[in-house]
Every structure is written in C-alpha cells, then in structure tokens.
C-alpha cells in the first residue's frame, strides 16, 4: 500500500486495488491466446493514476501502453523505459523532435502527419517507429477512404517509418449484435490489404469479447481493466477496482416539509435523519445524481436526496441508525459498482472514472489489503 496523498480529515477516502486491475489484466489476456494485450493508461489510467497503475500492469507483463497525448507519455517514459508508448491522439504540429529522443510511438492518423513523421525519418537516416489509424466507420481520427488511396498509390511516402501497428477502433462493440462491428471489421481487412503488412490492432476492451476475428495481434484494453463491465447488458467477470466512502460530516433531524439542497428539489414527507456526505461536484460526484443515486450504510442503502452540491451531497439515512457523525458511506464499491453508480447518473462508468477528483485521501492496494483497510 502506498498513500499519494493522505489525511486522516479527508472528507473522502478512494482505494485503487492494484491486485484487481492485475487480475482483470489477467483475465483479458486468457481470452486472448496467441493475441498480445496492451494497456490503454490515458487520462491518467481512466482517472485512477497512470504512476501506480501503469508499472502495476508492466508488473504483470505488459510491454505495450497507449495515452492520448504526448505529455502523458513523456510523464509514463520515466518510470517504465523499457515499454512501448504509443500516442493515440496523432503527431501534433512539430512534435517529431520530442517523440524520437523519448521512444515515444505516434499513431498517425492523416497523411499529413505520416508525411511529416517520415521526414522525420529521412533527416535521421533510420526508419522511425509508427502506428498507422485507419477510420474504419467512426469518423474521428484516421485515415479515410481518399486518403487511403492516395498511400496506395504512393507507399513510397511510408519510406522512413517503421509501421509497427496498423490500427482502428470499435464504435459499438459493446453491444455484440451490433451490426457495426461486422462492417468495421470489414473495412479493417480491406484498408488492411491495401497498406504494407503489419501488426494490426482493433479491439478495445468490449472487442476482446467478440469474436476471436477482432482479436488480430494487439488488443487495446482500459476500461475492462479498470473494473468497468464489457458487455452490454451482461454479467461483468471483472474484478471491481474502485472503493470509494464518503465522510458524513453531519446528521440532522429534520422535521416533516422540510426543504433539503439548492433548488429545494426535496421535500421530507415525514421526520428524517439526513446524512451530509463531505463529496460533491467538484470531486467528480455528478451533479445527475441529484434525487437519482444510491450510497450505502454499511448494508443499507440509502437514496441521495437534493440535488449534489460543489464539496457536499446529502442522503436520507432514516432506516439507517449506523450512519453517524464521522463515519463514512459508501459511494463506490461492491455493493454500488461503478457501472451502477453510471446508470444513475444518466452516464458511462467511463465517465465516472475520469472525473475523480484529487481531493480524495487516495491508497494503493491490492485485494489482501483491501480486505484489512475497510473492515
Ligand atoms: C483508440 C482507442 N483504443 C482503445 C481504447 C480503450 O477502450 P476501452 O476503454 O473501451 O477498452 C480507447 C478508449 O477510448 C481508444 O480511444
């Protein structure tokens, strides 16, 4: 256990298990044979820390790692020099010169950035490592169709890369009778046959659940690793990651009619105790979960009332005498996994997760550990 920040008036306390992220690691890379698994680490591992995270999953073999921007990999290059970072976001403007010296792999996602990184290539006098994006039906970063066929009839523009990965990214995998998935995978092989062989990359978490044909040489696991449940609709087999109490920081009795939150949005229909809990907005606990969310007492759960406050929110633990002055709810944990907490909110456990704030008294644990922390 290693605590990044940690203060015994934390008004929240948030546990990463690192053994969990493990074994989902695990997991994923069991269902894919002779497939190599990386890790997708951006936006700092999904909100839950790329410095602990990341070596965690080196820990457990993992060589190949991908971020969004340049700056992330340039902070993950330190602590793991011997991995690949790929930058899933492109070669922005004039950026060669940062990339090469770092071994920092981009994902080239237009010609203009393959023209430049090539160039690149050719003033060092040594082909230089890329991924290479083709759109294959979402339109967001990528070759498409136009620009394909200008490589084809050009591949001498690929001279000084070094293609070490062919790419693209599932739009619905999630949902695995999505017609989608079929026409990407399509798409995927066809612009495939048109480029220089090379490793080639499509599934995501949820495409590492489909079919064994997405699996291709790499797959790019994140959410699955950090807890989040792959299939749509399905029993999650992911372990959950992320515990999160929230300190009551006080208990009222309030009387029948009365008004709770900004907005006045809940009334009391009769006497109740009302627990406010020392997590709000500004902490990444959404505002949508206003009069929607559930915590728990211990067993009990308790319904979020009023709307949710920048540093506070406020719940009805009347048929919940163990929720007292100074102890804590739970906002996250197993009995209210991530995705549920999502579903309640109007969202995506995706977005639960990046929007941790840094004011929760944070601990790196592993499940042993776990164990012994919120007994
Ligand atoms: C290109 C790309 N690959 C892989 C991933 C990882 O996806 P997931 O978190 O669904 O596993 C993402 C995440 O958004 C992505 O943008």
Redesign the pocket.
Known sequence: MSTITGAPYAGATLTVDLGAIRTNYRLLRSRLGATACAA?V?ADA?GLGAAAVAPALAAEGCRTF?V?HLDEALALRPLLPEVEIFV?NGLAAGAEPECAPHQVTP?LNSLAQVDAWAALGRRLGRAVPAAL?VDSGMSR?GLGEAELDKLAASPERLDGIQLRLV?S?LAC??RQDHPMNREQLRRFGAARARLPKAPASLA???GIFLDPDFHFDLA??????YG?A?VAGAASPMRPVVRLKGRIVQVREVAAGAAVGYGASWRTTGPRRIATVAVGYADGYLRSLGNRGTAFAGDAPVPLVGIVSMDTATFDVTDAPQAVEGGFLELIGPKNPVDALAAEAGTIG?EILTAIGDRYARTYADAAQIERLTA
């Open positions: 997708v951006k999904y991908f969004a899933l994902v994006q970063l790419m990214h995998a999630e995501n978490s949820s790019r696991p994140g959410a699955a690793l989040l792959p995706y």
